[in-house]
């Protein structure tokens, strides 16, 4: 058979399966598409995260545009629930195909990017293999900072192990259904990977201890204000990493004198192997002068553990008791030394009024 009757056979040939791939392409489009608008794309983009790797104006950044290309809703469905890389997978509770199509005319709305913008989260000078793999090749870096301060602190107040860690990484909308998390896949995202991601927590930099420190003011008889810190270790009794070496702080509010302290302690939900005491009085340290010229009442702890609520209390008099009072609490161990030089963690509170 010669070219030309060959080429005259294939010709219909490719032309019917051009027809047929047109209508493939047309008819989901046409039945399943939901009309979307750009207002509440825009809602969907600013409450949500996929900006902290897209770009605030998905002009792109750690993951590529999105605005001003045409992206059809098909393409955009594709790459939330079935990312073709790195991106996690988003479920369609979390992405509804109504939001694919909101987000689609919001893409679509916006002019093209130039270039795209710089990434939130850069890979410190001299970083380890780990710290690296989680800003870089992970993209966990672009939610949680470069030194994964939330899930450090959730996996110090669980006593977590990998399990743990792989499974909210992998399985993540199991647990969290409707958060700005999606799933990775072990396919892009190795468990050799992840578990070098893990050691740089737990060992390089350590996991942390959810501590959580708060002001309560009340007038009292006479005039007189008890100021109340109440600091919480929220952690897993039994299981939760213990706060160590606290100091805590409350300001006398100027014009006024602290004319009694208290101290307690108590356990949020009873645990077997809770054995740190403070005694009623030991721990108060009295009422010092700052170097910005006012006083604080301080008191002193050896360890905080998980589910332990300790309160203090002071009680002030004079014109100026109404004045309000905050809080300073630090603890030495464990130490974070994801941050050279600053030994442990702090939490200061904002002023608090009766
Ligand atoms: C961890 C960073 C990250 C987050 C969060 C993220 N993306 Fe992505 N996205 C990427 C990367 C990287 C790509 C490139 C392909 C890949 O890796 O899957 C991508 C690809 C895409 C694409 C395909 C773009 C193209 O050029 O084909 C779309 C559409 C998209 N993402 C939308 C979203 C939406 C919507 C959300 C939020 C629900 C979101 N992304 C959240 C990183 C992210
Ligand atoms: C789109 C932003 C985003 C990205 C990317 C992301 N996370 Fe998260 N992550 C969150 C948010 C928000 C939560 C809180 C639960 C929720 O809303 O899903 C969370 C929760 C977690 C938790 C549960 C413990 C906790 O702190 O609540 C772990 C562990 C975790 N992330 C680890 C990772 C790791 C490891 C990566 C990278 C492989 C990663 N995340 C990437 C946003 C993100």
């Avoid at 710089?118 to 793999?133: H, I």
């Avoid at 743990?164 to 190795?190: C, D, I």
């Amino acid at each position: 058979m010669g070219t030309m009757k060959r080429m005259m056979l294939a010709i219909p040939i490719l032309g019917v399966m051009a027809l047929a791939f047109l209508l493939l392409a047309l008819a989901p489009a046409a039945s399943s598409a939901p009309i979307g608008t750009a207002a509440a794309g825009k809602a969907f983009w600013d409450a949500q995260w996929c900006s902290r790797c897209h770009g605030a104006n998905a002009e792109g950044a750690y993951g590529p545009d999105l605005a001003g290309r045409g992206l059809s809703f098909q393409h955009v469905a594709r790459a939330v629930h079935q990312p073709w890389g790195v991106m996690p997978a988003y479920t369609t509770q979390q992405v509804s195909d109504q939001t694919v199509a909101d987000l689609v005319a919001y893409f679509n709305s916006l002019p093209a990017a130039s270039e795209p913008g710089p990434w939130r989260t850069t890979v410190p000078a001299g970083a380890p293999l780990g710290q690296r793999l989680l800003i870089e090749t992970a993209g966990c870096g672009q939610c949680h900072g470069d030194v994964l301060g939330n899930p450090r602190r959730s996996a110090g107040g669980e006593g977590a192990d990998f399990a743990w860690f792989e499974e909210l990484v992998y399985h993540h909308t199991q647990e969290f259904p409707t958060g700005r998390m999606g799933n990775f896949s072990k396919a892009r995202l190795t468990e050799d990977t992840l578990l070098a991601i893990w050691n740089w927590m737990t060992q390089d930099v350590g996991l942390r201890v959810p501590v959580t420190a708060a002001v309560n003011a009340a007038a009292a008889a006479d005039g007189n204000v008890n100021y109340t810190l109440t600091v919480q270790n929220t952690g897993k009794a039994g299981k939760g990493l213990a706060a160590g070496n606290l100091y805590f702080s409350m300001v006398v509010p100027a014009g006024s004198t602290v004319v009694g302290a208290s101290t307690s302690r108590s356990t949020l939900v009873s645990a077997s192997g809770s054995s740190s005491t403070l005694p009623a009085a030991a721990g108060y340290q009295g009422v010092q002068a700052t170097a910005d010229g006012s006083n604080v009442a301080s008191w002193l702890a050896p360890v905080v553990g998980p589910q332990e609520k300790v309160t203090f209390t002071i009680t002030v008099r004079g014109n100026g008791a109404a004045g309000g009072s905050q809080a300073f609490v630090r603890w030495l161990s464990p130490t974070r030394s994801a941050s050279p030089g600053v030994d442990g963690e702090y939490i200061q509170t904002g002023l608090v009024r009766p």
